[in-house]
C-alpha cells in the first residue's frame, strides 16, 4: 500500500504589476511628502539636508529633489517586499488596511529614517548643522510624522489597486 504525502507551504509570488504599483507610489507620495518639505517644514531639507547625505553642497534644490524621489521609490519597493510576510499580506490588498498600513510605515520610517538613520548620515559626513541623535523634537517630528504618512498612503493604495 502507497502513502502520499502533501505538504502545503505558502508562497507569494509577487507581480511585476505589484513591484511597479509600490515604485510608482513611491514616487507619487515622494512628491507631496517633497511639497510638504519645501512649504510646511522650517528646514531647507530638500535643498540642503538631503544634498548633504551625498556630500553635495547646497543648496541643491534639483539633486534634493532627485534624491528625495530616489528614496521614496526605494522604500515603495522595500514596502512591497514586506508586505509579503505573513499577516501583512491580506491587509495590505485591500483599501482599508492599506490606509492603515500606510499610516503605520509612515510612522516606522519616521523613527527609523528621520529619527535614528539621518542625524547619524549627517553626522558620518562631517554636515555642521547634523540633527542631535535621536532626532526627536517638537513640533518638528510630529510634522514629519505626518509628511511620512503623507507619502505611504499613495504607496499603500497603489499597492492595494494592483492586487
Excluded: C, K
Excluded at 8 to 26: E, F, L, N, P, R
Excluded at 51 to 69: F, N, T
Amino acid at each position: 500500500m502507497a502513502t502520499e504525502t502533501t505538504t502545503a507551504s505558502s508562497v507569494s509570488s509577487v507581480t511585476s504589476d505589484q513591484w511597479i504599483a509600490g515604485a510608482v507610489g513611491g514616487f507619487v507620495g515622494s512628491i507631496l511628502f517633497g511639497l510638504m518639505m519645501m512649504f510646511v517644514m522650517p528646514a531647507p531639507l530638500l535643498e540642503v539636508v538631503i544634498p548633504a547625505m551625498y556630500g553635495i553642497e547646497g543648496p541643491a534644490l534639483l539633486a534634493g529633489w532627485a534624491i528625495h524621489q530616489f528614496h521614496g521609490v526605494v522604500l515603495g519597493l522595500v514596502y512591497v517586499a514586506l508586505v509579503q510576510f505573513g499577516p501583512l499580506r491580506e491587509p495590505a490588498r485591500e483599501f482599508t488596511g492599506a490606509i492603515g498600513l500606510g499610516v503605520v510605515y509612515g510612522i516606522l520610517t519616521t523613527l527609523v529614517l528621520a529619527a535614528l538613520v539621518m542625524p547619524l548620515w549627517l553626522a558620518a559626513v562631517g554636515f555642521p548643522a547634523a540633527p542631535p541623535f535621536p532626532n526627536v523634537a517638537f513640533p518638528a517630528t510630529v510634522v514629519s510624522t505626518i509628511g511620512h504618512i503623507v507619502y505611504a498612503i499613495p504607496l499603500t493604495v497603489a499597492y492595494a489597486m494592483s492586487t
